[in-house]
Nanobody, 122 residues
Framework: QVQLVESGGGSVQAGGSLKLSCAAS????????MGWYRQRPGLEREMIAT???????LYADSVKGRFTISQGNAENTLHLQMNSLKPEDTAMYYC????????????????WGQGTQVTVSS
């Protein structure tokens, strides 16, 4: 079993920045991959950024050019730098962990973090 612990998040005004972090621990497969999802009020959970086991990075169109995913200095940590935040970025953000090398879709996700709230005011 893998545990994912998120940190960061909070409230910010539009145009501001926040950084989320996620640390994975437990029994981690060699092909373990991580990513970030969010769930906005009244909407389904959606992928916003993922990093494949092989290094490929994918972003949702809605965050391209504003959000950046990066590996942390510690093994199995992942950051999400969010710049130029908009009110529509307000959501619960979830770290995702995947045993099979990529977290591109919800069925790929084996583990979820507890979620961290991001609120962007106009």
């Amino acid at each position: 079993q893998v545990q994912l612990v998120e940190s960061g998040g909070g409230s910010v005004q539009a145009g501001g920045s926040l950084k989320l972090s996620c640390a994975a621990s437990g029994y981690i497969y060699r092909t373990f991959a991580m990513g970030w999802y969010r769930q906005r009020p009244g909407l389904e959970r959606e992928m916003i950024a993922t990093k494949h086991f092989g290094g490929r990075i994918l972003y949702a169109d809605s965050v391209k050019g504003r959000f950046t995913i990066s590996q942390g200095n510690a093994e199995n940590t992942l950051h999400l730098q969010m710049n130029s935040l908009k009110p529509e970025d307000t959501a619960m953000y979830y770290c995702a962990g995947c045993d099979a090398g990529q977290c591109d879709t919800i069925p790929d996700v084996n583990y979820w973090g507890q979620g961290t709230q991001v609120t962007v005011s106009s």
